[in-house]
């Protein structure tokens, strides 16, 4: 199958990439060219502005491409994608989130559960308009879209999820050097990392079933830890003695903002649980993540070291 990949060469896009060249997939990775990826020897790298209509019509005539994954179009592009790509294509997969179902109303959120996306939680509103404008679009007119929504991704790449809902690495400082940290509230709250090469391999997945089609999934790992416990898996990956101390996020907020730069959405976010039931991928995708927190987190920190991040 040949695939336009927009968005390919960081971190989940990346992944993508990887996961179609091991289904036995051509892809085409659309980016401005701004970025040097190590892109699979069957990919093909095209220079495309996605912000500029012409540019991104030209790459979508210029060739026939079976399927289209996207990982960045906002809700506007998607439209028009929607009207440029209809009757052309098999299938369209569009990266969402399971952001939008922040506050979550039940434990696991399942696909059909209400979605808010408050803005307080993140600010995840775009990616429920994207999401709605795909479903709309294949409910009204038949367009081959499928929403993928991982949780928070994590894997060498990138820095993963710290305890305060940012991705810091003076956080992970704080642990190596053993000086004290605080759990926001009482630390119970659930969250449910996905291995970013797993989530990669949802995209190809998605792209192999013929029960996709207009269908949303969830994609995570298997496991959803207290945010406590994540604090001492990655405490006994860097072997740290931090002190750990309890506090409510408003306090967390005034004791370390101005020296970590604490995002305060991302704090209200994670101090709510989020955890999903990913039994519909697993049903109909065959989607089977394997890869422990454990292992992921110290692939991801050993990243984190080789870069001096941490």
Known sequence: MKVLLIGGTRFLGLAIANALHRHGHKAVVAHRGHTKAALPETAREIHVDVADQKSLENCLLAEQYDAVVDTILGAKTLEWMVTTLNGRIRQFVHCGSTGVYAPMKRIPATEEDPCEALPQYGGFGAKLEQDEVLMRAHRQTGFPATVLRPTNIYGAGDIPLDIWGARNPAFFRRLTRNQPVTLPNDGRALLQPGHVSELGEAF??????PHSIGRIYNIS???????RVY??????????????DFASAE????RYLPENKINEGGLRFVVEHMCVDISRARAELGFDPQ????????????WMCEKGLI
Do not use: F, M, T
């Open 204 to 209: 190809a997945l998605a792209l192999e079933s």
């Open 231 to 244: 604090l001492d898996i990655l405490k006994g990956i860097l072997k740290s003695s931090s002190p750990v």
């Open 291 to 302: 890869i422990s927190l454990e292992e992921g987190l110290a692939e991801n920190l050993q």
């Open 251 to 254: 306090l967390l907020l005034e």
């Open 221 to 227: 790992s298997a496991r959803a830890v207290e945010l």
